[in-house]
């Protein structure tokens, strides 16, 4: 049996009610066979896989708080510091009811490719908590925020572990949990990354995962000889994410006409107004039917849907599984040139197979939602340097990183002869670095 065969049945068996992590480990280890079986000896030995798929340490912790009616609450919160070979742990903070063990470390072993893919010195974790800030109350959320930071604040620092925002941390969350650390350590340190921008947050960070979809996107398409100038383009998600990749597609010349949260979708054949979508998400948090009542033209459908409609390039930008075989073989039919991942691991197994094989470009997410994360790690060379840079500087160096980012992909999988294959492009370009520092560190 092949080394990475014997790894996945280990991991298999060790990990077995954690699906969407044995989902992601299949996925990596599957597409690094050809690197791997070019060193398989030395791997072996030196055990790198076995190391690679088992987290340095993992946190779960009680989060008790006190709601407004005066009940206490409590919820669990999660943090993976998966590897650090690179760099200090760095990796977002997802709040939501669906959160558990398998879903933060699937998303800490994820980011530890993604974050070499950059370029720049980060680690891979994540962390968490089963909580929902939807719905609650300003001091509900200041309140669960800080009782988690209590905690967190144990295990994290500037050069130690840097936290982030993802599915339900914005920056007010990333607001409260800066305070509740500085409280409790009385030191002014860059423990987190999207912050404010009064209180060492970076310009651009914002937009940041967004934006560097649509510029590696665009430069997927440059390289097919292809632009973004009067594509459309679907996108899931009504989120960070989905809002600014759809302001930037906009910016590009493409129109995108969807839109989606997680009780229904809309169809804005006019182009979503991101105006208004700001509005309802980011101001007054309220679901699509607001938007689908302001925007004469514009379809709400409850349930999912975004992958019917006839589109040049999908953007998933939701969350994990989102876009399964039926979708695929929809996007297919309908003649969609390319597929790439703003959220993480949207597409499952079998769909990414069937968009490969039928011709369809697809950039995971590792590579494709990396420049929010990248965009972090410059906002910690600011808070190193004490420095602020402009918005057009930070955009800049994002620009380049993805540029950067697809060349690295689309070499590494020319390099094993499968040209094409982003999903192998990135795993191994992600992988080789880390392997090396891994090994030159030695067994620890
Ligand atoms: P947000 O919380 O801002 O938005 C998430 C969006 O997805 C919302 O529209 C939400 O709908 C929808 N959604 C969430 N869960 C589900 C679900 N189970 N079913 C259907 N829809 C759902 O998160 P982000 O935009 O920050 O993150 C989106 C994705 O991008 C995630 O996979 C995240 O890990 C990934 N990502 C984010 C980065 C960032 O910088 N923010 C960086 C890299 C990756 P509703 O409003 O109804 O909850």
């Given amino acids: 049996m092949s080394y990475v065969d014997e790894v996945l049945e280990r991991v298999k068996a060790k990990n077995a009610s954690e699906p969407e992590f044995l989902q992601a480990v299949e996925e990596v280890l599957e597409s690094l066979k050809p690197a791997i079986e070019a060193n398989e000896e030395k791997y072996r030995k030196e055990a790198l896989l076995e190391r690679l798929t088992e987290p340095d340490r993992q946190f779960k912790f009680r989060v008790p708080w006190v709601d407004d009616n005066g009940q206490v609450q409590v919820n669990t919160g999660y943090r993976i510091q998966f590897n650090n070979a690179i760099g200090p742990y760095k990796g977002g903070l997802r709040l939501h009811p669906s959160v558990n063990t398998g879903i933060i470390k699937f998303l800490g072993f994820e980011q530890i490719f993604k974050n070499s893919l950059t370029g720049l010195p980060i680690g891979g974790g994540k962390g968490g908590a089963d909580f929902d800030p939807k719905g609650k109350s300003d001091r509900e959320v200041m309140a669960f925020c800080q009782s988690f930071m209590t905690e967190l604040g144990k295990y994290i620092g500037s050069d130690v572990d840097v936290p982030a925002g993802d599915i339900g941390t914005g920056a007010r969350e990333i607001g409260y949990m800066f305070g509740q650390y500085k409280k409790i350590k009385g030191t002014y340190e860059g423990v987190l990354t999207g912050k404010g921008l009064s209180y060492g947050g970076s310009l651009a960070r914002t937009e940041a995962t967004g934006y560097g979809l649509l510029y590696i996107t665009e430069e997927l398409m440059k390289c097919h000889g292809e632009s973004m100038e009067g594509k459309t383009v679907v996108i899931s998600g009504a989120g960070n994410v989905a809002i600014y990749a759809t302001q930037k597609a906009q910016q590009m010349g493409a129109k995108v006409v969807t839109c989606s949260d997680s009780t229904g979708w809309i169809y804005d054949p006019e182009g979503i107004d991101v105006a208004l979508l700001k509005e309802v998400k980011e101001v007054k948090r309220a679901r699509l039917t607001e938007y689908a009542a302001a925007r004469p033209g514009a379809e ?24 399964l075989i039926d979708d695929a073989k929809q996007l297919v039919a309908n003649g969609c040139k390319a597929v790439c991942e703003g959220a993480n691991m949207p597409t499952t197994i079998d769909a990414t197979k069937y968009l490969q094989e039928n011709g369809v470009w697809f950039i995971g997410g590792k590579a494709a939602n990396a420049g929010g994360v990248a965009t972090s790690a410059l906002e910690m060379s600011q808070n190193s340097e ?59």
């Fill in 386 to 444: 004490r420095l602020s840079w402009t918005f057009e500087e930070v955009d800049s160096k994002l620009k380049q990183i993805m540029i950067n980012i697809y060349h690295n992909i689309d070499d590494a999988a020319k390099r094993y002869g499968e040209e094409g294959n982003y999903v192998m492009g990135a795993n191994i370009a992600g992988f080789e670095k880390v392997a090396e520092a891994m090994l030159a560190q030695g067994v620890v």
């Fill in 300 to 323: 709400y459908h409850e349930g999912r849907g975004v992958w019917s409609v006839k589109c040049d390039i999908a953007l998933p930008c939701a969350t994990q599984n989102e876009l």
